[in-house]
T-cell receptor, first 113, second 113 residues
Framework: KAGVTQTPRYLIKTRGQQVTLSCSPISGHRSVSWYQQTPGQGLQFLFEYFSETQRNKGNFPGRFSGRQFSNSRSEMNVSTLELGDSALYLC????????????FGPGTRLTVL | AQSVAQPEDQVNVAEGNPLTVKCTYSVSGNPYLFWYVQYPNRGLQFLLKYITGDNLVKGSYGFEAEFNKSQTSFHLKKPSALVSDSALYFCALDRDSSYKLIFGSGTRLLVRP
């Protein structure tokens, strides 16, 4: 099976712009989660989607949003970018349950100038 | 509130020696514990998980971890370290119906030849 894919892999934006990141889960996986990784804050949970419904959300401002499509692909959007949004954004997929293993994609490296 | 602690920022071992990467957790309810490894410019790779049952969990690449409920620990171990094991290791915690992973701060493992 193909793994989790994320596009684009690298992105450079300027402050105030918005960005959309895409994630395609492993075939058959219906849960998609997003995480932000930074040197200062480590790995932090953004949100999780299952069957197009957000089941949980982390402590991020409303500028961070996401959605999931009927084919389980997911996108996350960050509006009004700030310098502090520079990070590696990781997407993970799993079949369904909490106890299922989450498998991670390679990430999208976002740099905000 | 649930949390994960990795008390060591870095662990140094010689190749061929046993290694231990420490993890402690705090959670109300049943803990589901995971270990992931991250190589430079890569996403997270799953190593092993504890859900229930045997306290000694065996995983990929010769790694194992021991779940200790009384000490609320889930240390990662390997009998004989390889230089190629050098990477960043993350312990993560989940629980019933949370649908999110809480990560520790990560431990950098350096195996010297």
């Amino acid at each position: 099976k193909a793994g989790v894919t994320q596009t684009p892999r690298y992105l450079i934006k300027t402050r105030g712009q918005q960005v959309t990141l895409s994630c395609s889960p492993i075939s058959g996986h219906r849960s998609v989660s997003w995480y932000q990784q930074t040197p200062g804050q480590g790995l932090q949970f953004l949100f999780e989607y299952f069957s197009e419904t957000q089941r949980n959300k982390g402590n991020f401002p409303g500028r961070f949003s996401g959605r999931q499509f009927s084919n389980s692909r997911s996108e996350m959007n960050v509006s009004t970018l700030e310098l502090g949004d520079s990070a590696l954004y990781l997407c993970a997929s799993s079949p369904r349950k909490t106890t299922d293993t989450q498998y991670f994609g390679p990430g999208t490296r976002l740099t905000v100038l | 509130a649930q949390s994960v602690a990795q008390p060591e920022d870095q662990v140094n071992v010689a190749e061929g020696n046993p290694l231990t990467v420490k993890c402690t957790y705090s959670v109300s309810g049943n803990p589901y514990l995971f270990w992931y490894v991250q190589y430079p410019n890569r996403g997270l790779q799953f190593l092993l998980k504890y859900i229930t049952g045997d306290n000694l969990v065996k995983g990929s690449y010769g790694f194992e971890a021991e779940f200790n409920k009384s000490q609320t620990s889930f240390h990662l171990k390997k009998p004989s370290a390889l230089v190629s094991d050098s990477a960043l290791y993350f312990c993560a915690l989940d629980r019933d119906s949370s649908y999110k992973l809480i990560f520790g701060s990560g431990t950098r493992l350096l195996v010297r030849p």
